[in-house]
């Protein structure tokens, strides 16, 4: 599975921002789709999840309420709509495909296949 993740920019404290993944190549509409980030001198932390089927979305306390994770399975796209955005979200945001379990969807080392990730920068 090939992913492209764009939508990245630099916006203002408060500003809303829209992310797309595409997916090409695999049975997209099996897997578990998930974005993480991954700022400056960090480790790479779990944002959202949403499940190949039933939609179920699990999102970081970080961004629960703010964010909201939604999939076609149609045209094999997932986007992270993001509000009410902070500089703390300033981060490469990437995209990311797997079959974790319930317990596990917010690990990293869960998801086989990655994009490239796009730049989020929000200034103060």
């Known amino acids: 599975v090939q992913l492209q993740a764009s939508g990245g920019g630099l916006v203002q404290t408060g500003a809303s921002l829209r992310l797309s993944c595409a997916a090409s190549?695999?049975?997209?509409?099996?897997?578990?789709v998930g974005w993480f980030r991954q700022a400056p001198g960090k480790e790479r932390e779990f944002v959202a999840a949403?499940?190949?089927?039933?939609?179920?979305?699990s999102y970081s306390d970080s961004v629960k309420g703010r964010f909201t994770i939604s999939r076609d399975n149609i045209k094999n796209t997932v986007s992270l709509q993001m509000s009410s955005l902070k500089p703390d979200d300033t981060a490469v945001y990437f995209c990311?495909?797997?079959?974790?379990?319930?317990?596990?969807?917010?690990?990293?080392?869960?998801?086989?296949?990655w994009g490239q990730g796009t730049l989020v920068t929000v200034s103060s």
């Open positions: 990311a495909v797997g079959r974790p379990i319930l317990s596990a969807i917010s690990a990293s080392n869960m998801y086989y296949y």
């Open positions: 190549g695999g049975a997209f509409s099996t897997y578990t």
């Open positions: 949403i499940r190949s089927t039933g939609g179920r979305t």
